[in-house]
């Protein structure tokens, strides 16, 4: 009833082909965006902010970055957590040679250096597909980890093998490093998902997405169609990955704030991105939020939320439950509803729209 | 979006439902501990949580807390994960815990930073940050007993008093058989260094974290090398597999010694009669044989408030978590008799740790004679560097195989320096030790 488009007339092409059609889809956009930049940071307590939200913005890059490659050229790659890495100490090294540049520039130019990592790691996907690319991508997870372990350049010849976070400000104000405040950590992680979202969103509504769209139902059509497989690809991957990379400087330059990178983006982080995208939804930017916010989310809630509204519950139990869920979810989704949560959202609205009366 | 706003919603109510437990209990002391009782590791994770948690319960019980305030414990599973150990770190900081106490590098390495700011001092033993040992610079941080660069050099000290003394090591080949990460390499520029002053052969033998159980091309090189002594920095499933691919090989097991944590029971184990002999680095003693082990059975155990199986209990790692437990309730009763409050609070913790001196009649005062060489912090040395010893697996249990073996802290002090400098220059910003210094009585 009150989510209607009726008498909403579309009089030009550019209001037919916008991203939002309605005018209640954008009024929410709106609503949400005021919430998150105006209300979230004050009334959020610090844990909630360190432990979710920072993890949430910080990851959903990453996921936007992996469904631009699964979701949306079809591409698997199983080393996002490589590529994060990539720009973990892309944006380490950038800052340690040159410590005056804005860390915010840094960790955007770290992205290109994951990119060009990703579109070297791309080439065997002209070649081989499905199962065989994934296999091909996890070499490049496995030799991007052992590289971070052995290459003592890359972390500064640090005898524990750490990054740190050094200090830095933007207008005076510390953006990264110890006394960084969390508020201003998370609304620069906001203005960075904003951000990378909408570039996300325009290139896949446009000729570069469609070109993605048209390898993923079907490679060869798409070449007699005159879609260059090569450069279609190896752009899916330049710019997954350069999401990647964004990502991976975020998450230990906003949210982490020192670590030991070589274990941290390991095999489980790819795996739990790439879940992060078939739980929320392939091919589709709104269920790469759903889809991280459910991985990031459901472990926290469970295991600090269940204890305090009473039911007891210990954080090994909670670890293990979690374990089962998202297992179980990905193979019911895989199977019932391969579009993922944001596909139930989809529904969800369309049941809005004739509500009350469903024909 | 409605996912994400139920979520934010449920861990609001949460993380308030939260602080409200602490306003309640005003009159204890809260502590949370880090555990994994889950994940890769939990085999060793699991002993260790339930040594510290059985003594803090035993304490709870037979005295009613510390200097009669009852202490609050509670564990935080982090499975091992960084994220995880993340979210401990801040709900722990939201209860208001004295202590954070990690249980893996990379949550300490996350911790440090923050420390000074949030006032929660961090212990991590015997892992985390070696060059938190100096306490100019990390004043918040303490890792005693003794870092890994101590552990090396006490192992080559090992092989020289084995091999008849240091003249005779020359021309040895050593072998340092460790994980391919940070923590496997730490040990790498002490041996340099002795393989340099002794003349000694050093070879590396890494092992890559996802080949931890397949490791028989290692021992075909250590044969090919004819290594005549190895050294083991092994973590979780590698150090069983270490010791069966030496007794399989032909390697007299009693020429790999273990760093502490490839000391455990269920490391020599699996491996049967062919681990009898494997040696492991230690700095505390084994068994049940200690009265407070003993009261640990009786308030705890026999009550059925025990996590841990009854045969586990006395078993190296097990016993790790009850000295990890005794040292944090003597910094407890040094922080109280400091600052003449019953309870504490973290910058008090900080004193209480600073001022530890655990010596032989505290370590009998606390029901564990002889049970740990002495251990003394001072402002600038917040580690202690203490001695271990060398024990052997006899099939069935770790039996002491020789005296206490003392690090040499002329050589990796100045490491420790070097590294803390380091650290301070990478980490712009680094604030100057402002906190006083605590005298040590």
């Known amino acids: 009833m009150f989510y209607r488009e009726t008498g909403q007339f579309k009089t030009n092409y550019a209001a037919d082909m916008a991203i939002f059609p309605i005018r209640q889809d954008r009024i929410g956009i709106a609503i949400i965006l005021a919430i998150a930049f105006l209300v979230v940071p004050f009334v959020t307590s610090e844990f909630t902010l360190k432990t979710i939200m920072l993890p949430f913005l910080a990851l959903s890059v990453a996921v936007i970055g992996l469904n631009i490659l699964t979701g949306y050229t079809g591409l698997i790659s199983l080393g996002s957590a490589g590529f994060m890495g990539v720009g973990a100490y892309a944006c380490y090294k950038l800052t340690t040679y040159f410590p005056d540049v804005n860390i915010l520039i840094w960790i955007f130019v770290s992205g290109f250096f994951s990119a060009a990592v990703g579109v070297f790691f791309g080439l065997p996907s002209l070649r081989i597909k499905g199962l065989y690319l994934a296999v091909a991508t996890l070499a490049a997870q496995f030799f991007l980890q052992w590289a971070f372990v052995r290459i003592p350049w890359l972390f500064n010849y640090n005898p524990s093998g750490a990054i740190e976070v050094p200090l830095r400000t933007l207008f005076g104000v510390p953006i990264t490093g110890p006394t960084a405040e969390l508020e201003v950590k998370y609304l620069i992680c906001l203005c960075f998902v904003v951000v990378m979202t909408w570039l996300a969103s325009n290139l896949v509504h446009g000729r570069i997405g469609r070109s993605w769209m048209a390898v993923r139902d079907m490679d060869i059509a798409a070449e007699l169609m005159g879609i260059k497989l090569l450069n279609a690809k190896l752009m899916a991957f330049a710019v997954s990955s350069f999401y990647c990379g964004v990502s991976g400087a975020m998450f230990v330059f906003l949210y982490l704030g020192g670590a030991e990178a070589g274990t941290e983006f390991a095999i489980r982080l790819s795996f739990l991105i790439l879940f992060a995208v078939i739980i929320g939804g392939t091919g589709s930017m709104i269920g790469s939020f759903f889809g991280t916010a459910f991985i990031v989310a459901l472990p926290t809630i469970l295991k600090f939320g269940a204890p305090a509204i009473g039911i007891a519950i210990t954080g090994a139990t909670a670890e293990k439950i979690v374990l089962m869920i998202i297992g179980a979810l990905t193979i019911y989704l895989l199977i019932v509803e391969p579009h993922g949560l944001a596909r139930l959202w989809q529904i969800a609205k369309q049941k809005l729209r004739v509500w009350p009366f469903p024909y | 979006m409605t996912l994400k706003k139920l979520a934010m919603g449920a861990a609001f109510a949460a993380a308030t439902l939260g602080s409200g437990f602490a306003a309640q209990a005003q009159d204890s002391i809260y502590f949370m501990h880090n555990t994994y009782r889950t994940g890769a590791f939990s085999g060793s994770g699991i002993p260790v949580g339930d040594g510290t948690r059985d003594y803090f319960t035993m304490l709870n019980n037979r005295d009613g807390g510390i200097g009669g305030v009852k202490i609050n414990f509670e564990e935080c599973e982090t499975a091992y994960d960084t994220r995880r150990s993340v979210e401990c770190y801040e709900q722990g900081k939201a209860k208001g815990t004295v202590l954070y106490v990690p249980w893996s590098t990379g949550a300490t390495l996350a911790a440090i930073p923050r420390a000074h700011i949030d006032k929660i001092p961090i212990f991590s033993m015997g892992y985390g940050l070696s060059a938190s040992a100096v306490g100019d610079v990390f004043p918040w941080v303490f890792n005693m007993p003794i870092t890994y660069w101590d552990g090396a050099n006490a192992f080559i000290q090992h092989v020289a008093q084995q091999e008849g003394g240091f003249d005779k090591l020359k021309g040895k080949t050593i072998g340092l058989l460790h994980l391919d990460a940070p923590f496997g390499k730490e040990p790498i520029p002490i041996l340099e260094n002795m393989a340099k002053q002794h003349g000694f052969n050093l070879k590396l033998y890494p092992v890559a974290p996802a080949e931890m159980q397949n490791q028989s091309s290692v021992w075909l090189s250590i044969r090919r090398d004819r290594t005549d002594w190895v050294y083991n920095q092994g973590w979780g499933a590698m150090n069983p597999t270490a010791v069966r691919e030496a007794a399989r090989g032909g390697f007299p097991v009693n020429r790999l010694v273990g760093v502490w944590w490839a000391g455990g029971d269920d490391d020599a184990r699996p491996a ?145 320096e070097e590294g803390a400098k380091a650290f301070a220059t990478s980490n712009a910003g680094w604030p100057a030790r402002t906190e006083a210094c605590q005298n040590n009585s």
């Open chain 2, 272 to 416: 049967g009669d062919a681990a009898k002999g494997y040696r492991a680095l230690n700095w505390h003693q084994t068994g049940a044989n200690f009265p407070v082990i003993q009261d640990i059975i009786k308030h705890v155990v026999d009550r059925g408030q025990s996590l841990a199986p009854k045969e586990k209990i006395g078993e190296n790692l097990y016993n790790r978590g009850v000295y990890q437990g005794i040292l944090i309730a003597e910094a407890i009763k040094n922080a109280q008799a400091i600052t003449g409050k019953k309870v504490i609070n973290g910058e008090d913790m900080r004193r209480g740790l600073e001022a530890l001196n655990m010596t032989e009649a505290k370590w009998a005062a606390a029901g564990a004679p002889n049970f740990a060489s002495p251990v003394r912090v001072t402002c600038s040395d917040h580690n202690s560097q203490s001695a271990v010893y060398v024990m052997e697996w006899d099939g069935k249990a770790w039996k002491r195989q020789s005296s206490d073996i003392q690090p040499q802290k002329d050589m990796v002090r100045p490491l420790l």
